[in-house]
């Protein structure tokens, strides 16, 4: 069945800012200025982070144009490398996406919960009533088709966008906090080298990696935009403008407001903004934001992740039902349902997962550097397109070869810092390898 293009390029513009703006700008720059230590390292983790970023938004942006299909970051593993590559990798994607939903929507219930609950009532059982509710709304919503959760989507991105930039107004309404001269300690407590600043920045890189990470997941909607060899790339170098832009002035604001040795230790910073505006309603504040940034990360992965697992039955590495699409909303009922019960199911079994998500994190590396060496292969093999249609990558190679460098060295920095993680990743891997070709030898005896 050939599916409806209903996304412009605003709609797919919000869907980038969405899968990459979550609870991430809220608490990661507390582990990065922990592990720069000095200010002038903090600052260059992010711009590097941002610049990376760039990079990797151009590459896609040529994969997107060059590839346009629903579930593009599943057959981009496949027809590159091995349809079990795809299997494996996106099998641990749609569970650390599953997890992330689970996880945060808890977090978002703790906060709405101490506004809308008494005290007697805020309790586990509540926010775990919370958490499944937000998440079923939302799949209720993607059950009326694509516009509705686009238009969905479009709302609550223009209403995080905002708040973001209510907190980083802070800098007009709170002063400045006091200056702090940090200083670079190292393990022996001599003078720092290149290598001691050289080993901290890949530590800080891992956590700004992350908070940049998510784009790469738009490719998934490629059937079915509009015009999508021209609006994939646009909306992919709109999207990450306007994130970086964020990013980076968010970032400036908690160090002038919070300062930077506070910053290093402080439990909620986006808290401390906003109190710095609104006062003594500061909690309720930020509590409205966390709950939005929640709703809005729960309903775009609901909107994503399925049309990886539909590409996934279209090529048999799930059974075909996966890719049965409803005739009427064009909805992947069965794989948002499936998507939806592994989030909700993973709510019950949080701590568990917190390892799991541990080990998947290094994993997560090696694919967005491997996805993106796909673009090579693209090119040779999509010569016969016309490259005044086809949007191109700038200074091509060396922007690719940067991302790609980049996310490698992200992953040794995670394997230098936490060896077990990286194997038990690496583990998981061959785990669904094994699957998948177990699943296969079945399939063939059938």
């Known amino acids: 069945m ?8 605003f709609d797919l513009s919000m869907i980038v800012v969405s899968l990459v703006i979550g609870m991430g700008i809220f608490r990661t720059p507390v582990n990065v200025a922990a592990k720069a230590q000095i200010p002038e390292l903090f600052y260059l983790a992010w711009v590097i982070g941002g610049f990376v970023a760039f990079c990797g938004a151009l590459t896609y942006a040529e994969i997107g144009a060059r590839y346009p299909v629903t579930g593009g970051y599943y057959k981009i593993f496949s027809i590159a490398y091995h349809p079990s590559i795809a299997f494996a990798i996106n099998c641990i994607v749609l569970i650390s996406s599953a997890a992330s939903v689970a996880a945060i929507s808890i977090i978002g219930a703790e906060y709405l919960s101490k506004i809308i609950l008494p005290i007697d009532k805020q309790n586990e059982t509540y926010r775990v009533a919370i958490a499944i509710t937000t998440i079923l709304i939302f799949y209720l919503i993607n059950l009326l088709g694509l516009k509705a959760s686009a238009k969905t989507q479009n709302v609550l991105t223009i209403i ?7 907190l980083i107004c802070a800098i007009f309404f709170g002063g400045t906090a006091e200056t702090v001269t940090p200083i670079f300690k190292t393990l022996n407590g001599g003078l720092p080298t290149w290598s001691d600043y050289g080993k901290a920045l890949g530590l800080c890189l891992i956590a700004v990696s992350f908070s940049y990470a998510g784009y790469a997941q738009t490719i998934n909607f490629g059937g079915e935009v509009k015009e999508a ?3 994939i790339p646009r909306a992919i170098i709109i999207g990450l403008t306007i994130i970086v832009s964020l990013y980076l002035a ?4 908690y160090v002038k407001v919070i ?15 906003a109190s710095k505006i609104f006062g003594s309603v500061g909690f309720n504040m930020l509590s409205i934001i966390i709950f939005i940034s929640v709703m809005g990360y729960v309903n775009v992965n609901l909107l994503s992740n399925p049309r990886a697992m539909f590409a996934m039955g279209e090529e048999g590495a799930l059974p075909k039902i996966f890719s049965k699409i409803n005739k009427k909303t064009e909805v992947m009922t069965l794989s948002l349902t499936v998507f939806t019960v592994v989030a909700i199911v993973i ?13 998947t994190i290094f994993l997560e590396s090696i694919s967005m ?6 673009l090579f292969i693209l090119r040779k093999r999509t010569q016969h397109l016309d490259k005044k249609t086809i949007y191109t990558v700038p200074l091509y190679p060396i922007l690719p070869i940067i991302f790609i460098a980049a996310y490698t060295f992200v992953a ?6 936490d060896p077990n993680a990286a194997l038990n990743g690496l583990y998981i891997f061959i785990g669904f390898l094994f699957i998948y070709f177990i699943s296969r030898l079945m399939n063939r005896k059938e």
């Not at 968010?250 to 604001?253: A, R």
């Not at 930077?260 to 402080?266: I, M, N, Q, R």
């Not at 040794?412 to 810092?417: R, V």
């Open 412 to 417: 040794f920095s995670i394997y230098a810092d």
């Open 160 to 166: 995080k966008i905002g708040m973001v930039l209510i």
């Open 369 to 374: 550097a491997s996805s993106a060496a796909t």
């Open 347 to 359: 709510i019950f079994f949080a701590k568990t997962f917190d390892k799991i998500l541990n080990y």
């Open 250 to 253: 968010i970032n400036y604001v």
């Open 2 to 9: 050939q599916q409806k293009k209903q996304l412009s390029l």
């Open 259 to 273: 300062g930077f040795e506070e910053l290093k230790s402080a439990e909620s910073i986006a808290a401390i903004l």
């Open 229 to 231: 060899k021209k609006v």
